[in-house]
């Protein structure tokens, strides 16, 4: 579940790559198995006790080169948006079936398999030879012996392989795109399956960064980023963010990026704040601020923001995007949101906490820990938010409610019921040409990662009375 869209990730994904050895995924390693390797399965352990899976990844690779961080990345997000696929080759190769396999054992199976069928870096040899190795070491010789022959055999029937007929035509979508049943229903009720298709399809593609300038014009940040070697392009819906369109192995090397004139975002996240159309020199509040890029986007108009988070962890990230791009607007505290600790502001932006689904394509994991019940835990939360932000809107004020969430219970629902319950407010639109004509929705932003190319994003933007 993921507290809105702002991405800082610092380990972007990459072109798969040839290693010396023609092995994949690194050198050194342990007694063979490589640490890129060792890396991805601890990661995988980490997802099982409930970790999520970028502070895994940045922890787990932080002493890999950049090149193996992008090799293990590529292994990891990929084999998590294919698991269903790998299950079904998997399963029918595992005499009794996977269900028998310890939980870890199957996640090296998976790992192996994906640089089988998807890791072009990767020889047929070295994806079986190094999960062998990786199976003895954790499990012993009897794991090591089974993974020996499973992955032999799909390696050997690679060009037969298929997947299991589905008569249902819900069970095959979730099956060939890599999603839990329950979600993929939900959405091909509201979409369709041809659409919901596409937003499957849209979800299993590595996501892009992309970059926002700060204190420099476009034009400036893209002629220093492809002096530095690193090929622009354009971002869908925003005009000024920059798509960057070859890997990048260190943002911190990167000269534009220490001296703070950008920052990460995808367009889903900016359209939100531009939606939010900020008074020039107003007051804000971002109560649910981390990790901090819409307050940094609020900064632009606002004489001052206050940004508060509940997690002291997650709001030292606001701190640090602040620092680094020199944004001395910007106050964070913190502070839980249903009892929100200021007096009333112009505008408050209540970018809640929310099961994520429209950024499933950054969060593969996200989909797997998902559960129907969360949605109901977060629409209460959510709605606890909402009631409060209301409070600290001066009249005649402005409350921005969003989320990176496509489900309508926390998103139209959680808006038609404050609006039922509050008649003192109503739904204010921004001027027209403020964003987009496709992303409005009945005055209400609606960005679909099927249709606009983007994260998912939802923001309603309401007006107090002035009485």
């Known amino acids: 579940m993921g507290a809105g869209a702002d991405h800082d990730h610092r380990s972007p994904g990459g072109v798969a790559v040839h290693h010396a050895g023609g092995s994949g995924g690194g050198g050194g390693g342990h007694g063979g198995v490589t640490d890129a390797r060792v890396a991805a399965a601890e990661i995988c352990s980490d997802l099982r006790s409930g970790e999520l899976l970028d502070p895994s990844f940045d922890r787990r690779t932080a002493k890999l080169d950049a090149r193996d961080r992008r090799w293990t990345r590529e292994l990891v997000y990929g ?73 032999r055999r799909l390696d050997r029937e690679r060009d037969a392989l298929t997947l299991p007929a589905r008569s249902d035509p819900v069970d095959a979508l979730a099956l060939a795109g890599g999603h839990p049943r329950w979600i993929v229903a939900r959405w091909v009720e509201r979409w369709g399956i041809d659409e919901t298709a596409r937003l499957l399809e849209a979800n299993n593609r590595e996501a892009p960064l992309i970059a926002r300038p700060y204190h420099v014009v476009r034009e400036q940040l893209e002629a220093m980023l492809e002096s530095a070697g690193i090929h622009v392009d354009e971002a869908p819906l925003v005009r000024d963010s920059i798509v960057l369109a070859s890997p990048v192995s260190s943002l911190t090397e990167l000269g534009p990026f220490r001296q703070g004139l950008f920052h990460l975002q995808d367009p889903g996240s900016t359209l939100v704040t531009q939606y939010a159309c900020v008074p020039t ?171 606009h190319g983007t994260d998912g994003a939802f923001a309603a933007r309401l007006r107090r009375g002035a009485g």
């Open 281 to 451: 020199g107003a007051v804000v509040a971002d109560l649910c601020a981390a990790p901090g890029g819409k307050s940094i986007e609020l900064s632009r108009n606002a004489s001052t923001v206050f940004s508060s988070d509940a997690s002291l962890g997650r709001l030292q990230r606001v701190v640090d995007n602040a620092q680094r791009l020199e944004v001395d607007s910007v106050f964070p505290f913190v502070a839980d949101a249903r009892n929100p600790a200021i007096r009333p502001v112009d505008l408050v932006l209540v970018d809640a906490p929310c099961t994520g689904t429209g950024t499933f394509r950054r969060h593969p994991d996200a989909r797997w820990r998902l559960k129907i019940s969360d949605l109901a835990v977060m629409a209460s939360l959510q709605r606890a938010i909402l009631k409060a932000a209301a409070d600290v809107v001066k009249p005649g004020g402005l409350l921005v409610y969003s989320t990176c969430s496509l489900e309508p219970e926390e998103n139209d629902a959680q808006i038609d019921r404050f609006l039922a319950e509050h008649p003192g407010w109503r739904l204010d639109p921004p001027p027209e040409g403020v964003v987009p004509q496709t992303v409005l929705d009945e005055g209400r932003l609606r960005v679909l990662p099927q249709r």
């Open 79 to 151: 084999m998590l948006r294919r698991r269903p696929r790998l299950d079904a080759y998997l399963d029918e190769r595992v005499r009794g079936g996977m269900v028998r396999l310890d939980a870890d054992l199957l996640d090296l199976l998976r790992l192996g398999a994906a640089q089988l069928f998807f890791m072009a870096s990767v020889p047929a040899y070295a994806a079986i030879a190094q999960t062998v190795e990786l199976a003895k070491r954790r499990h012993g010789v009897g794991a090591s012996k089974l993974a020996n022959a499973v992955l």
